[in-house]
Protein backbone atom coordinates (compact mmCIF):
# COMPACT_ATOMS: atom_id res chain seq x y z
CA UNK A 1 0.00 0.00 0.00
CA UNK A 2 1.28 3.52 -0.91
CA UNK A 3 1.51 5.48 1.89
CA UNK A 4 2.05 8.98 0.93
CA UNK A 5 3.34 11.06 -2.44
CA UNK A 6 6.32 12.99 -2.51
CA UNK A 7 6.43 15.76 -5.36
CA UNK A 8 9.62 17.36 -5.55
CA UNK A 9 8.65 20.44 -7.13
CA UNK A 10 11.08 23.33 -8.62
CA UNK A 11 8.79 25.04 -11.31
CA UNK A 12 10.00 23.11 -14.30
CA UNK A 13 7.29 22.03 -16.82
CA UNK A 14 8.27 18.95 -16.06
CA UNK A 15 8.01 18.98 -12.09
CA UNK A 16 4.02 20.57 -12.67
CA UNK A 17 3.49 17.63 -14.73
CA UNK A 18 4.70 15.27 -11.91
CA UNK A 19 2.57 17.23 -9.65
CA UNK A 20 -0.68 16.73 -11.52
CA UNK A 21 -0.02 12.70 -12.00
CA UNK A 22 0.62 13.20 -7.98
CA UNK A 23 -2.74 15.10 -7.48
CA UNK A 24 -4.93 12.44 -9.50
CA UNK A 25 -3.66 9.55 -7.88
CA UNK A 26 -3.91 11.13 -4.20
CA UNK A 27 -7.35 12.47 -4.67
CA UNK A 28 -8.38 9.01 -5.60
CA UNK A 29 -6.80 7.21 -3.14
CA UNK A 30 -7.06 9.80 -0.62
CA UNK A 31 -3.58 9.54 0.40
CA UNK A 32 -1.16 12.93 1.01
CA UNK A 33 0.62 14.77 -1.42
CA UNK A 34 3.38 16.62 -0.08
CA UNK A 35 5.26 19.07 -2.16
CA UNK A 36 8.77 19.30 -1.68
CA UNK A 37 11.36 22.38 -2.69
CA UNK A 38 14.70 22.25 -2.44
CA UNK A 39 17.19 25.82 -2.05
CA UNK A 40 20.17 24.00 -3.86
CA UNK A 41 23.24 24.96 -1.45
CA UNK A 42 25.34 24.56 -3.98
CA UNK A 43 23.92 27.53 -5.50
CA UNK A 44 24.62 29.87 -2.27
CA UNK A 45 28.67 28.69 -2.72
CA UNK A 46 30.18 31.71 -3.07
CA UNK A 47 33.04 30.59 -5.17
CA UNK A 48 30.78 29.13 -7.84
CA UNK A 49 29.24 32.35 -7.84
CA UNK A 50 31.98 34.04 -8.51
CA UNK A 51 32.39 32.01 -10.95
CA UNK A 52 28.70 32.64 -12.71
CA UNK A 53 29.69 36.04 -12.52
CA UNK A 54 31.91 35.98 -14.97
CA UNK A 55 29.81 33.62 -17.41
CA UNK A 56 26.70 35.49 -16.93
CA UNK A 57 28.26 38.81 -16.94
CA UNK A 58 26.47 40.04 -13.11
CA UNK A 59 28.48 41.64 -10.35
CA UNK A 60 29.72 39.31 -7.80
CA UNK A 61 30.16 40.96 -4.24
CA UNK A 62 31.39 38.86 -0.77
CA UNK A 63 27.48 38.22 0.46
CA UNK A 64 26.37 37.83 -2.66
CA UNK A 65 25.11 34.35 -1.14
CA UNK A 66 22.11 35.87 1.11
CA UNK A 67 20.79 37.63 -1.70
CA UNK A 68 20.26 34.48 -4.02
CA UNK A 69 19.14 32.21 -0.98
CA UNK A 70 16.24 35.33 -0.24
CA UNK A 71 15.45 35.24 -3.80
CA UNK A 72 15.27 31.59 -3.96
CA UNK A 73 12.63 31.81 -0.40
CA UNK A 74 10.53 33.93 -2.36
CA UNK A 75 10.11 31.87 -5.27
CA UNK A 76 9.80 28.69 -3.01
CA UNK A 77 6.73 30.53 -1.84
CA UNK A 78 5.15 31.68 -5.02
CA UNK A 79 5.86 27.71 -5.93
CA UNK A 80 3.86 26.84 -3.01
CA UNK A 81 0.85 28.46 -3.48
CA UNK A 82 0.56 27.39 -6.51
CA UNK A 83 1.35 23.66 -6.08
CA UNK A 84 -1.03 24.34 -2.95
CA UNK A 85 -4.09 25.44 -5.41
CA UNK A 86 -3.31 22.82 -8.11
CA UNK A 87 -3.99 20.20 -5.19
CA UNK A 88 -6.98 21.53 -3.99
CA UNK A 89 -8.87 21.92 -7.17
CA UNK A 90 -7.89 18.79 -7.53
CA UNK A 91 -9.40 17.39 -4.15
CA UNK A 92 -5.97 16.22 -3.04
CA UNK A 93 -4.85 16.85 0.56
CA UNK A 94 -2.05 18.97 0.35
CA UNK A 95 1.53 19.53 2.73
CA UNK A 96 4.82 21.61 1.80
CA UNK A 97 8.16 21.33 2.99
CA UNK A 98 11.39 23.48 2.23
CA UNK A 99 14.93 22.05 2.72
CA UNK A 100 18.24 23.62 1.75
CA UNK A 101 20.30 20.44 0.73
CA UNK A 102 21.24 18.75 -2.16
CA UNK A 103 18.16 18.62 -4.48
CA UNK A 104 18.12 14.41 -4.73
CA UNK A 105 19.56 13.74 -1.42
CA UNK A 106 16.60 15.58 0.40
CA UNK A 107 13.92 14.27 -2.17
CA UNK A 108 15.20 11.01 -1.05
CA UNK A 109 15.15 11.21 2.27
CA UNK A 110 11.72 12.93 2.63
CA UNK A 111 10.58 9.62 1.32
CA UNK A 112 9.51 6.03 2.90
CA UNK A 113 9.82 2.43 1.72
CA UNK A 114 6.02 3.00 1.30
CA UNK A 115 6.23 5.67 -0.46
CA UNK A 116 5.89 7.17 -4.00
CA UNK A 117 8.41 9.81 -5.39
CA UNK A 118 7.08 11.72 -8.16
CA UNK A 119 9.74 14.03 -9.72
CA UNK A 120 10.08 16.14 -13.06
CA UNK A 121 12.82 14.18 -15.85
CA UNK A 122 14.33 17.98 -15.99
CA UNK A 123 14.40 20.60 -13.42
CA UNK A 124 14.94 23.89 -13.34
CA UNK A 125 18.95 24.44 -14.21
CA UNK A 126 20.70 28.31 -13.22
CA UNK A 127 23.40 27.55 -16.44
CA UNK A 128 22.97 24.53 -18.66
CA UNK A 129 26.25 22.54 -17.88
CA UNK A 130 26.92 24.55 -14.27
CA UNK A 131 24.69 21.44 -12.22
CA UNK A 132 25.76 18.29 -13.36
CA UNK A 133 23.82 15.25 -13.51
CA UNK A 134 20.70 14.42 -13.64
CA UNK A 135 18.38 15.12 -10.34
CA UNK A 136 15.86 12.51 -11.51
CA UNK A 137 18.19 9.52 -12.01
CA UNK A 138 20.04 10.09 -8.41
CA UNK A 139 16.56 10.14 -6.84
CA UNK A 140 15.97 6.80 -8.67
CA UNK A 141 19.53 5.79 -7.19
CA UNK A 142 19.18 6.24 -3.64
CA UNK A 143 15.27 6.36 -2.65
CA UNK A 144 14.02 3.99 -0.45
CA UNK A 145 10.61 3.76 -2.47
CA UNK A 146 9.77 3.89 -6.48
CA UNK A 147 9.97 6.99 -8.15
CA UNK A 148 7.78 8.67 -10.63
CA UNK A 149 9.76 10.57 -13.47
CA UNK A 150 7.45 12.97 -15.75
CA UNK A 151 8.08 14.30 -18.36
CA UNK A 152 6.89 17.82 -19.58
CA UNK A 153 3.49 17.00 -20.98
CA UNK A 154 1.11 15.89 -18.61
CA UNK A 155 -2.05 13.46 -20.14
CA UNK A 156 -4.53 11.12 -18.09
CA UNK A 157 -3.65 7.93 -17.12
CA UNK A 158 -5.85 5.43 -18.76
CA UNK A 159 -3.32 2.62 -19.59
CA UNK A 160 -0.66 1.00 -17.24
CA UNK A 161 1.84 -1.33 -18.85
CA UNK A 162 4.78 -3.54 -16.76
CA UNK A 163 7.95 -4.31 -17.85
CA UNK A 164 8.29 -8.12 -17.13
CA UNK A 165 11.11 -10.36 -17.52
CA UNK A 166 10.65 -12.63 -14.33
CA UNK A 167 13.35 -10.77 -12.07
CA UNK A 168 13.11 -9.89 -8.63
CA UNK A 169 12.40 -6.57 -9.50
CA UNK A 170 10.31 -7.40 -12.09
CA UNK A 171 7.65 -8.99 -9.70
CA UNK A 172 7.97 -5.96 -7.55
CA UNK A 173 7.36 -3.99 -10.23
CA UNK A 174 4.21 -6.27 -11.26
CA UNK A 175 2.70 -5.49 -7.59
CA UNK A 176 3.21 -1.92 -7.57
CA UNK A 177 2.14 -1.34 -11.25
CA UNK A 178 -0.99 -3.38 -10.08
CA UNK A 179 -1.70 -0.83 -7.48
CA UNK A 180 -1.13 2.20 -9.55
CA UNK A 181 -3.14 0.76 -12.22
CA UNK A 182 -6.18 0.58 -9.29
CA UNK A 183 -5.17 3.83 -8.01
CA UNK A 184 -6.11 5.21 -11.57
CA UNK A 185 -8.61 3.56 -12.84
CA UNK A 186 -6.33 2.70 -15.64
CA UNK A 187 -6.35 -0.96 -17.65
CA UNK A 188 -3.11 -2.83 -16.59
CA UNK A 189 -0.69 -4.83 -19.33
CA UNK A 190 1.77 -6.84 -18.67
CA UNK A 191 4.82 -6.43 -21.30
CA UNK A 192 7.76 -9.19 -21.95
CA UNK A 193 9.89 -8.23 -25.26
CA UNK A 194 11.40 -11.45 -26.54
CA UNK A 195 14.90 -10.48 -26.78
CA UNK A 196 15.69 -13.19 -29.74
CA UNK A 197 13.68 -15.47 -32.03
CA UNK A 198 14.78 -18.44 -30.55
CA UNK A 199 13.36 -17.71 -27.76
CA UNK A 200 12.09 -20.94 -25.70
CA UNK A 201 8.22 -21.12 -25.58
CA UNK A 202 8.44 -22.41 -22.44
CA UNK A 203 9.91 -20.05 -20.46
CA UNK A 204 6.82 -17.32 -22.13
CA UNK A 205 4.55 -19.51 -20.63
CA UNK A 206 6.15 -19.56 -17.44
CA UNK A 207 6.69 -15.38 -17.35
CA UNK A 208 2.76 -15.71 -17.99
CA UNK A 209 1.97 -18.33 -15.26
CA UNK A 210 4.31 -16.33 -13.17
CA UNK A 211 2.10 -12.71 -13.68
CA UNK A 212 -0.67 -14.68 -13.30
CA UNK A 213 -0.07 -15.68 -10.07
CA UNK A 214 1.33 -12.60 -8.98
CA UNK A 215 -1.62 -10.25 -10.07
CA UNK A 216 -4.22 -12.97 -9.39
CA UNK A 217 -2.76 -12.29 -5.43
CA UNK A 218 -3.62 -8.71 -6.30
CA UNK A 219 -7.28 -9.15 -7.24
CA UNK A 220 -5.73 -7.63 -11.00
CA UNK A 221 -7.41 -8.16 -14.22
CA UNK A 222 -4.71 -7.66 -17.32
CA UNK A 223 -3.27 -8.60 -20.77
CA UNK A 224 -0.27 -9.99 -21.58
CA UNK A 225 1.65 -8.62 -25.13
CA UNK A 226 4.90 -9.94 -26.28
CA UNK A 227 6.77 -7.74 -28.33
CA UNK A 228 10.39 -8.93 -30.00
CA UNK A 229 13.34 -7.34 -30.61
CA UNK A 230 15.96 -5.30 -28.03
CA UNK A 231 14.26 -4.28 -24.66
CA UNK A 232 14.66 -0.55 -24.11
CA UNK A 233 14.01 0.35 -27.74
CA UNK A 234 10.70 -1.95 -28.08
CA UNK A 235 9.52 -0.26 -24.72
CA UNK A 236 10.06 2.85 -25.60
CA UNK A 237 8.75 2.83 -29.14
CA UNK A 238 5.33 0.65 -27.58
CA UNK A 239 4.44 3.75 -25.23
CA UNK A 240 5.39 6.39 -27.60
CA UNK A 241 2.96 4.52 -30.37
CA UNK A 242 0.01 5.78 -27.44
CA UNK A 243 -0.13 1.82 -26.28
CA UNK A 244 0.04 2.10 -22.60
CA UNK A 245 0.41 5.55 -20.91
CA UNK A 246 2.39 4.85 -17.72
CA UNK A 247 5.12 2.39 -18.22
CA UNK A 248 6.46 0.78 -14.83
CA UNK A 249 9.27 -1.54 -15.00
CA UNK A 250 12.65 -2.33 -12.55
CA UNK A 251 15.19 -0.02 -11.98
CA UNK A 252 18.81 -1.69 -12.53
CA UNK A 253 18.47 -5.19 -12.20
CA UNK A 254 20.34 -7.41 -10.20
CA UNK A 255 23.98 -6.39 -10.87
CA UNK A 256 24.03 -2.53 -10.06
CA UNK A 257 27.38 -2.22 -9.81
CA UNK A 258 27.80 -3.63 -13.68
CA UNK A 259 24.66 -1.47 -14.42
CA UNK A 260 25.94 1.72 -13.48
CA UNK A 261 29.04 1.20 -15.67
CA UNK A 262 27.80 -0.32 -18.26
CA UNK A 263 24.24 1.11 -18.54
CA UNK A 264 20.97 -0.81 -18.32
CA UNK A 265 17.49 -0.92 -20.12
CA UNK A 266 15.63 1.42 -17.36
CA UNK A 267 18.66 4.03 -17.93
CA UNK A 268 18.23 4.04 -21.61
CA UNK A 269 13.95 3.97 -20.90
CA UNK A 270 14.73 7.15 -18.80
CA UNK A 271 16.49 8.77 -20.93
CA UNK A 272 14.15 8.19 -23.84
CA UNK A 273 10.65 7.91 -23.12
CA UNK A 274 8.57 9.87 -24.49
CA UNK A 275 5.98 9.52 -21.34
CA UNK A 276 5.81 8.98 -17.44
CA UNK A 277 7.85 6.08 -16.13
CA UNK A 278 7.88 4.61 -12.85
CA UNK A 279 10.90 2.94 -11.71
CA UNK A 280 10.95 0.12 -9.09
CA UNK A 281 14.22 -0.83 -7.28
Known amino acids: ?132 GSTAERVIRKAPCPVFVSRDNYKPIKRVGIAFDGSPVARKALKVGAELAKGYGANLEVIFVEPNENFPEEVIDQLKAEADKILGEENADYTFTLLKGFPEEQLVEYQANGNVDLLVMGAFGTRPLKEILLGSVAYFVMHNAQGPVVFVK
Open 1 to 132: MINRLIVGFDGSPSSYAAANYAFDLGSKLNIPVVGIYVIDKRLLDETLLEDLAGILGFTFYLGISQKVKEALEKKADVLFQEFAELGRQKGAKVSLVQVEGIPYEEIAAEADEDDLIFVGYKGMHLVKGVLI
